[in-house]
């Protein structure tokens, strides 16, 4: 089974932080992705990779970044943590034909 | 820009009765099709998927859902659901010829005991 690990499970930062996720991934999946889970609203996507070193906005990319360096790593930072960016954050990757594999999410709370 | 809506945000039901959850999409070509779930406290988890083929498609737990290409519709149904479904049920679509996987808002189902 393909497993996506994020770093942590919870988190709590200050307003003004800058705030870095990890996710890992163990089955050489090209593409990686990272969502935000909102009451309401569903899973909306920040940014995706799919490829080292490459990266491309996804619908609410306004106050993130990604970096991904290695195939299987694929970090979000919040360069200026705002209550606002209060959320779960789901890491996913992805085969085609596969579908699409979630870690179990980072629970993020800006004070 | 393709996008999803699910029908019903809040559903309630008694055990043993049929469950039916409205997906509907906007995407003018050929798209991948899945349903998600996930259980209070875990992680999403796959429930099915459609990529081609049958448009009936049968999921884990007795879950099955149908793609009606002419109404945009991918509805999940199953038919007689247990406490243990409670939980919350995404339908999501991706263009056949794209990587983004795109989300409806959830469906929050309660089954009462």
């Known amino acids: 089974d393909v497993k996506v690990t994020q770093s942590s499970r919870y988190l709590v930062k200050r307003t003004g932080e800058k705030v870095f996720l990890e996710c890992v991934q163990d089955?050489?999946?090209?593409?990686m992705f990272w969502y935000r889970q909102d009451p309401g609203l569903g899973l909306r996507l920040i940014y995706f990779?799919?490829?080292?070193?490459?990266?491309e906005k996804g619908d609410i990319p306004e106050g993130y970044s990604v970096s991904r360096e290695k195939k299987e790593r694929f970090s979000l930072i919040l360069e200026s943590a705002s209550t606002n960016q209060t959320s779960m954050y789901l890491c996913a990757s992805s085969f085609p034909l596969y579908g699409y594999t979630f870690g179990s999410g980072t629970r993020l709370t800006v004070v | 820009a393709q996008s999803v809506s699910q029908h019903n945000h809040h559903v309630i039901l008694s055990e043993a009765a049929s469950l039916e959850l409205g997906c509907n999409y906007s995407?003018?070509?050929?798209?991948?099709l899945f349903w998600y779930v996930q259980y209070p406290g875990q992680h999403l988890q796959l429930l099915l998927k459609y990529f081609s083929g049958d448009p009936l498609v049968k999921g884990i737990k007795g879950f099955e859902a149908e793609f009606i290409k002419s109404k945009f519709s991918f509805n999940l149904r199953k038919p007689s659901v247990q406490w243990s479904d409670t939980a919350e049920y995404f339908c999501?679509?991706?263009?056949?010829?794209?990587?983004?996987?795109?989300f409806g808002a959830g469906t929050i189902l309660r089954v009462k005991s």
């Open positions: 990779s799919y490829d080292v070193k490459m990266k």
């Open positions: 999501a679509v991706n263009a056949q010829n794209g990587n983004k996987l795109v």
């Open positions: 089955m050489d999946h090209e593409n």
């Open positions: 995407y003018g070509g050929t798209v991948n």
